[in-house]
C-alpha cells in the first residue's frame, strides 16, 4: 500500500472510529436510563475514539518515513562486501546512489558489477518489507486505538473534558511549529557554517577583500584560487539596498502624508488599493522588469550623457554596466514603496487628532503641524518601518540575482556591476552540489550573516514600532 | 499745536509699530511664504504618489507590451501529402507505426511543392527551417486522432519556426524590414512569396497553454509550470491554513501570558520578516540534507512555502479573532458552554471571513514566491505535465525566471505574457480577498 493510499485508508477508520465511538456512548447509556446519564455528549465520545484511533497512528507514519530511507540505507551499507565497507564516505555514498539507480531503473543493469545488482535487490526487498510493515503497523495501531476506545467508553467517562484537554495541546503543538521553524533555520545555517569555518578562518570571511569561490577540485588546477572574502558581497548588498532605500523612503513617507493627512476619503479608497497593487507584484516580475527594461535604458541613458560634449570636455568619461546596481537598487526601491507607504500610513494614523488639533488652533498651516508635531510624533514608528524595510531590501534576492551581476566588485559606484549576499547564496546552491565543499558551505555562512543582520534589524524595528504603539493607546 | 501733537503722536505710533510691529502684521507678512512652503510640502506629496502609480503603469505597459503578442503563433498553411510511401506506414490500422511515421518527410515534401526551383542541400535545409521542429508531432498527433487522413492531402497550418513568427511580428507594416534575426536573405523572399500566397496565418497560441517547458520558443508552454504551481499552493493551503489557524486560536484564547507565550509570538513576528531565501537554505539543510526527501517536488515546495506563509496568517487570523466581541464569548459561557464549544460555534465562524482574507492574501504570496524555490530545486527544465505531488517541477514564477535567462528573443514575449498569465492569478486572488473582507467581515 502506498503512503497515500494508507493515509485515505486511516481517515476512513477516523470517520469509523467516530461513529462506533458515538454510538457506543448511546447504546452504553440506555443500558442506564437514556442519554442524559451521560457524562459528555455523544460527540465528545466519538471525537475521543478518534483521537485514539488517529494520534497514535499518525505519529508512528510520520516518524516511519522519516526515518525509514535512513535505516534502510544502513543496511544496505552493512551487506556490501567487506572491500567497499572499507571505502571513504564519499565513495560509500557514490555507490548507494548507484544502487539506488538501478532499483529506480535509471541505469542499465548490464555491466554493473554483481555486488550492486545484489545490493540492489536486497533494497528493493526492503523498501517493499518497509512499506509492508509500514501499512500493517499503522493499520493495526488504528484499530486497536479503536478497540480501547470502544471497550473505554462508558456513560462516567468524563470525555468532554478528555477531548478538551487533547484539543487545547493540538492547538499548543501547532503554535510551537513557529519555534521550530526559527529553532530550524538556526540549526540549519550554524551548523553548515560551523563546517565552513574549519575550512576557512572566520577572520578571512568577515574582513577579507577578495571573493571567488571556485575551489580547486585537483591541487594541479589552475585558476579557482578559492577566497571567501565576503567584504565584496556586503559592500555590494549595502549599495544596492542604500540606492533603494534612497528612493523609497522619500516617496513612501511623502505618499503617506498626503494619503493620511491630505487626500479626500474618495483619492485614498482609489490610491492605496493601487499601492497595494505594486505591493503583491511578485519579485521575479520586478527582476524581469529591471533586468530587461530599467537596465538597458540606463546603460543607454548612460552612454548617451557619456558622449556629450560636456563630458569629453572635462575628461570624463562614462562607462554605465548593463548590470548595473543602479538599475537594480531604482527597481527595488519601487518594490518597497509601497511597504514604507503603507507602514508610516498607519504610525501617522495612530498620532492622536488632539495633537493635531492643538497645533492648527495655534495658527500653525498643515505642513507646519506636519512637520513639527505629527512627524516628530510618530518618528520612531517610521523609523522602525525603515528599518524594516532596509532589512527586507538586504534580503531581497529576485530582483538582484536576475538585474545585479555576479562579479564581486569592490566599489561604491552605482553604475558598475556588483553582485549581493543573496545573489551568491543562488549562484552557489542552484545546479549540482556536494555538502562538503567549502564552496556550497560558504552560501549556508553568508545566510548566517543575512539571517542575523535581518533578525536584529527586525528585533530592534519591531520593539521600536511596539514601544510607540504603546504610547498612543 | 494741538495737530501737530497728534501728528507727531501719530508718528511716534506708527514709528512704534514700526520697531514693535503687532503679532497680527507679523502673521501676515510671512503668510505668503508659509502658504507657498504649504503648497510645496503638498506637491512632493501628489509628486511622490505620482511617481509611484507612474512606475506602476510602466510596469504593466511594459510587460503588457513584450507580452500581448505571445497569445498569437504564426502558422503556415500546407498542402500535405498524407501518402503511405511519403510516411513510410504499411498498415494503417498499427497505432505504433502512426505513431513512427516519417512526418519530417511529408512536411518537406509539401514546401519543396511550393518552392520547386529551390536545389541544393543547404538551400533546402534553410527552407524546411521555416517550419517548427514540432510540426511533425504535431501530424502525428493529429493522424493518431483520425486515421482515416492517410492517403489524402490536407491543407494543414503547421507551426511556424520561431525567427519567423519573431520577424512576422516585428514589423508593422509590410514594407517594414522587421527584426530578421537568424534569416537570411533568401529565407525571407520565400516569407515574403508565403505572405502573398496568404499562406501565412497568425492564429490564438493554443500551445502556450498546453505544452510544457521547451527549448524551442514556439513549443514552449505554461502548463506544467502552472500544474506545478497549483500542487505547491495545495500543499501550502492545506498545511498553513490547518496550522496557521490552529495557532492563531491558541494564542488568543488559551495562551496563558508567560515567557512561552510571548517567546511564541516574538518567533511569529520574527519569522514574518525573514527573507524568504533563508526558508529556502532550511529546506536544503532540513528537508533534503536531513530528512533525505527528494529535490523538485511540490509536496517539498509547499511545505517550505507553508512554513513562510504561516506567520502571515497566523497574524491576520489572531487579529479576526481579536475582532470578535467579548460579550459573544460570554454569552455562550452564560448558556453553559465549554471552552471548545464557544471557539468552534461561536468565536471560529465570526473569526472565519478575516481568517479566509488574511490566507488568500498569504497564498498570492506563496504564489508569486521564487527564492526558496531555486534553493530547493525547483528550477528543473520540466517538460512533462507533473501527475502528482511526488513528480519532478517546477513553478510558474520560476518558470519566468528561467525564461528570462533565454537568448532568443521569442522567449521574451513568452516571458512576459507567463508574467501576465501570473499577474492575472495574484489580482483575482488579492480582489478575491478583498471581495470577502467588504462582504462578510462584521463590524460590531
Known amino acids: 500500500m502506498t503512503t497515500s493510499i494508507l493515509l485515505a485508508v486511516i481517515i476512513a477508520l477516523a470517520v469509523i472510529a467516530y461513529f462506533s465511538g458515538r454510538s457506543r456512548s448511546v447504546t452504553k447509556a440506555n443500558e442506564f436510563g437514556g442519554t442524559q446519564q451521560l457524562n459528555s455528549l455523544p460527540f465528545y465520545h466519538g471525537m475521543l475514539a478518534v483521537f485514539w484511533c488517529v494520534i497514535p497512528c499518525l505519529l508512528f507514519v510520520v516518524s516511519w518515513v522519516i526515518f525509514d530511507e535512513y535505516i534502510i540505507e544502513n543496511l544496505v551499507i552493512s551487506q556490501l562486501p567487506e572491500a567497499q565497507k572499507n571505502l571513504s564516505a564519499g565513495e560509500i555514498t557514490l555507490l548507494v546512489n548507484v544502487v539506488n539507480n538501478i532499483v529506480a531503473g535509471y541505469s542499465e543493469t548490464l555491466g554493473q558489477a554483481p555486488y550492486l545488482i545484489e545490493s540492489a535487490h536486497y533494497l528493493k526487498s526492503q523498501r517493499a518489507n518497509s512499506q509492508m510493515a509500514l501499512t500493517v503497523i499503522a493499520l493495526s495501531l488504528a484499530v486497536c486505538g479503536m478497540c480501547i476506545a470502544w471497550v473505554k467508553i462508558t456513560p462516567e467517562l468524563r470525555a468532554r473534558n478528555h477531548v478538551e484537554t487533547i484539543f487545547k495541546s493540538l492547538l499548543l503543538v501547532c503554535s510551537c511549529i513557529a519555534i521550530l521553524t526559527t529553532v530550524g533555520i538556526v540549526v540549519s545555517v550554524i551548523f553548515e557554517s560551523v563546517q565552513f569555518f574549519k575550512q576557512v578562518p572566520i577572520s578571512e570571511f568577515i574582513f577579507g577583500l577578495h571573493w571567488s569561490p571556485q575551489v580547486a577540485i585537483r591541487a594541479d588546477q589552475v585558476g579557482g584560487s578559492g577566497a571567501f572574502g565576503a567584504v565584496p558581497l556586503f559592500v555590494g548588498t549595502l549599495l544596492i539596498s542604500a540606492i533603494a532605500m534612497i528612493i523609497a523612503v522619500p516617496t513612501g513617507l511623502m505618499s503617506a502624508i498626503y494619503l493620511s493627512e491630505y487626500a479626500s476619503k474618495r483619492a485614498r479608497g482609489i490610491i492605496k488599493p493601487l499601492l497595494e497593487v505594486l505591493a503583491g507584484i511578485p519579485t521575479v516580475v520586478y527582476g524581469f522588469f529591471a533586468a530587461l527594461t530599467i537596465a538597458p535604458f540606463i546603460r543607454d541613458a548612460g552612454g548617451w550623457v557619456g558622449d556629450t560634449y560636456m563630458f569629453e570636455l572635462m575628461g570624463l568619461s562614462l562607462q554605465v554596466s548593463s548590470e548595473s546596481a543602479l538599475a537594480a537598487g531604482l527597481v527595488m526601491g519601487v518594490m518597497i514603496i509601497p511597504f514604507i507607504s503603507s507602514l508610516s500610513d498607519d504610525v501617522i494614523n495612530a498620532v492622536p487628532q488632539s495633537l493635531r488639533d492643538g497645533a492648527l488652533g495655534l495658527g500653525s498651516t498643515q505642513s507646519e503641524t506636519i512637520k513639527k508635531v505629527v512627524l516628530p510624533a510618530a518618528l520612531p514608528g517610521i523609523v522602525g518601518g525603515v528599518l524594516l524595510a532596509a532589512s527586507r531590501a538586504i534580503g531581497e534576492t529576485m530582483i538582484v540575482v536576475m538585474a545585479a551581476g555576479l562579479a564581486a566588485n569592490l566599489t561604491a559606484n552605482p553604475l558598475s556591476s556588483v553582485t549581493t549576499v543573496t545573489v551568491q547564496i543562488v549562484t552557489l546552491l542552484v545546479g549540482d552540489q556536494e555538502f562538503d565543499s567549502a564552496k556550497t558551505l560558504s552560501a549556508f555562512a553568508l545566510g548566517l550573516m543575512l539571517f542575523i543582520v535581518t533578525l536584529a534589524l527586525n528585533i530592534y524595528a519591531l520593539s521600536v514600532v511596539k514601544k510607540y504603539r504603546e504610547q498612543y493607546e | ?444
Not at chain 2, 503679532?23 to 504618489?49: C, D, H, P, W
Request: include cysteine.
Open chain 2, 1 to 444: 499745536m494741538n495737530s501737530i501733537e497728534v501728528v507727531d503722536e501719530s508718528y511716534k505710533e506708527n514709528s512704534y509699530q514700526i520697531n514693535n510691529p503687532t503679532t497680527l502684521e507679523l502673521v501676515n507678512k510671512t503668510l505668503a511664504k508659509r502658504y507657498r512652503k504649504e503648497r510645496r510640502f503638498k506637491l512632493y506629496g501628489v509628486l511622490s504618489i505620482c511617481f509611484a502609480l507612474l512606475c506602476l503603469v510602466l510596469l504593466f505597459t511594459d510587460i503588457i507590451g513584450k507580452g500581448h503578442s505571445a497569445f498569437f503563433q504564426t502558422y503556415i498553411k500546407l498542402d500535405v501529402q498524407l501518402d503511405t510511401a511519403v510516411l513510410e506506414i504499411i498498415d494503417i490500422n498499427d497505432a505504433k507505426q502512426i505513431k513512427q511515421g516519417n512526418y519530417q518527410k511529408a512536411l518537406r515534401e509539401s514546401l519543396t511543392l511550393l518552392f520547386p526551383d529551390v536545389k541544393g542541400r543547404q538551400d533546402k535545409r534553410k527552407l524546411n527551417a521555416l517550419i517548427s521542429t514540432g510540426a511533425s508531432y504535431q501530424l502525428a498527433d493529429k493522424l493518431k486522432e483520425d486515421p482515416s487522413l492517410i492517403g489524402q492531402t490536407v491543407s494543414l497550418d503547421i507551426l511556424a519556426d520561431d525567427d519567423v513568427d519573431t520577424w512576422l511580428k516585428s514589423r508593422a507594416n509590410e514594407n517594414e524590414s522587421g527584426f530578421t534575426g537568424r534569416l537570411s536573405a533568401k529565407q525571407l523572399t520565400w516569407l515574403t512569396t508565403l505572405i502573398e500566397a496568404d499562406r501565412l496565418e497568425q492564429k490564438f497560441n493554443t500551445v502556450f497553454f498546453t505544452n510544457g517547458d521547451s527549448r524551442e520558443p514556439e513549443l514552449a508552454g505554461i502548463r506544467s509550470a502552472i500544474t506545478g504551481s497549483l500542487f505547491t499552493l495545495f500543499v501550502t493551503l492545506l498545511l498553513s491554513f490547518t496550522v496557521g489557524i490552529s495557532s492563531a486560536i491558541y494564542l488568543e484564547e488559551y495562551a496563558p501570558k508567560n515567557w512561552i507565550t510571548d517567546f511564541i509570538e516574538v518567533n511569529i513576528n520574527n519569522l514574518a520578516a525573514v527573507p524568504s531565501i533563508i526558508f529556502g537554505l532550511l529546506g536544503l539543510a532540513i528537508f533534503i540534507g536531513l530528512f533525505g526527501m527528494t529535490r523538485s517536488i511540490p509536496l517539498l515546495g509547499g511545505i517550505v512555502l507553508s512554513l513562510m506563509t504561516l506567520p502571515t496568517i497566523i497574524i491576520s487570523s489572531r487579529a479576526a479573532i481579536k475582532s470578535v466581541p467579548n460579550s459573544i464569548r460570554e454569552a455562550a459561557y452564560g448558556m453553559g458552554a465549554s471552552k471548545m464549544q464557544v471557539i468552534l460555534h461561536h468565536v471560529l465562524p465570526l473569526a472565519l471571513p478575516g481568517m479566509l482574507t488574511g490566507t488568500i492574501i498569504g497564498m498570492a504570496q506563496a504564489l508569486g514566491e521564487t527564492a526558496p524555490l531555486l534553493m530547493i530545486g525547483m528550477v528543473a527544465f520540466v517538460v512533462d505535465v507533473p501527475g502528482s505531488l511526488t513528480d519532478p517541477s517546477t513553478a510558474l514564477p520560476v518558470q519566468i525566471f528561467l525564461w528570462a535567462d533565454s537568448p532568443e528573443r521569442a522567449f521574451v514575449e513568452r516571458t512576459s505574457a507567463a508574467i501576465m498569465v501570473l499577474l492575472a492569478f495574484l489580482i483575482t486572488m488579492n480582489t478575491l480577498a478583498v471581495w470577502l473582507r467588504k462582504r462578510l467581515e462584521r463590524r460590531w
